[in-house]
């Protein structure tokens, strides 16, 4: 019978007999796993932006400078009375320029010195959040045949833009993948051949003894797979520093324009990187074992 407890203790005293070689073989697992845990960090944030503009729930309506206070309060009214508009506010042009001014980055202060007539007036719309794509894009084509509307921004084209990079992100977080699948394979399967090597003459005794390849192989597949799940854990230790020195690093004022706040990887696909590393650290001592130790 397969014992679990001597399967450990044996483990546990062959990666501390061999600690260097084992140490650096989950050093070189980090950086691979660094690698694919960045494109994630990268990509789960991406995604968050995504969502939040997708499902802004507004459009700046922007009037022609020709538009008379009677014209605004009218269309005001008008659109207060659209199934599905929740809201409707007016931004004159002087508001505009302070607005503006106040979300400059750097604070240089150029926005605040331009004329007010640079600074178009305009309507701010905020919509239901379920509104569809259709609805709102049927609602905007009908805004921009009215004669004081000049223009009608939805960020779609900005939303649109972010799920491309989104797309272009999860593609290569998939190549990382298969680098981190073969990085594994090649790191771990060279250092369990390299121990059992350095164990040949206790392998060689223990089968003499009779013992089964399974008693053999135990400690080689759980010394893998604990590389493996090591070296995932220190390339998210490693990745939460740098995220929160960056993020500590981060202008407040560039969170409130993008409308989100950085965050890092959710435990789901923290705790995944960590069953991966230890699945594969376990497949690849089991194949390189497959090799040396007779079946």
């Known amino acids: 019978m397969f014992n679990t407890y001597a399967t450990t203790r044996r483990a546990r005293r062959g990666m501390l007999r061999e600690w260097r070689l084992h140490a650096l073989s989950v050093f070189s697992l980090a950086v691979a796993f660094v690698c694919l845990g960045a494109a994630l960090l990268v990509v789960t944030n991406l995604h968050a932006v995504e969502e939040r503009w997708a499902h802004a729930g507004r459009a700046s309506v922007y009037l022609k400078e020709t538009t008379t206070q009677d014209e605004v309060d009218a269309f005001k009214r008008a659109l207060v009375a659209v199934p599905g508009v929740t809201a409707v506010h007016y931004v004159s042009p002087a508001q505009a320029r302070t607005e503006f001014g106040q979300r400059e980055l750097g604070s240089s202060g150029q926005l605040a010195g ?3 007539e640079a600074f178009p007036a305009s309507i701010e719309v905020e919509v239901r ?5 259709a609805e709102l894009s049927d609602m905007v084509s009908k805004l921009r045949q009215l004669p004081s509307v000049d223009d009608v ?5 900005w939303t649109e833009r972010l799920s491309r990079l989104v797309k272009g992100g999860v593609a290569a977080a998939a190549l990382l993948a298969a680098v981190v699948l073969t990085a594994v394979l090649a790191v771990v399967g060279s250092t369990v051949r390299l121990a059992l090597q350095r164990r040949k003459t206790e392998v060689e005794v ?7 390849d399974r008693f053999v192989k135990g400690p080689f597949v759980l010394e893998g797979s604990v590389q493996g799940a090591l070296g995932a854990i220190g390339a998210i230790i490693l990745l939460a520093i740098l995220f929160f020195v ?11 324009l993008i409308g989100v706040e950085p965050s890092f990887l959710p435990w789901q696909i923290a705790l995944g990187m960590v069953a991966l590393g230890a699945l594969l650290g376990a497949t690849a001592a089991m194949a390189s074992l497959r090799k040396m130790v007779a079946v």
């Open 246 to 256: 960056v993020r500590g690093r981060l202008d407040a004022e560039f969170a409130a």
């Open 114 to 116: 331009l004329p007010v």
């Open 129 to 133: 959040q379920d509104m569809t794509d």
């Open 206 to 212: 223990m089968k003499l003894v009779g013992a089964t």
């Open 153 to 157: 921004e939805t960020y779609q084209a």
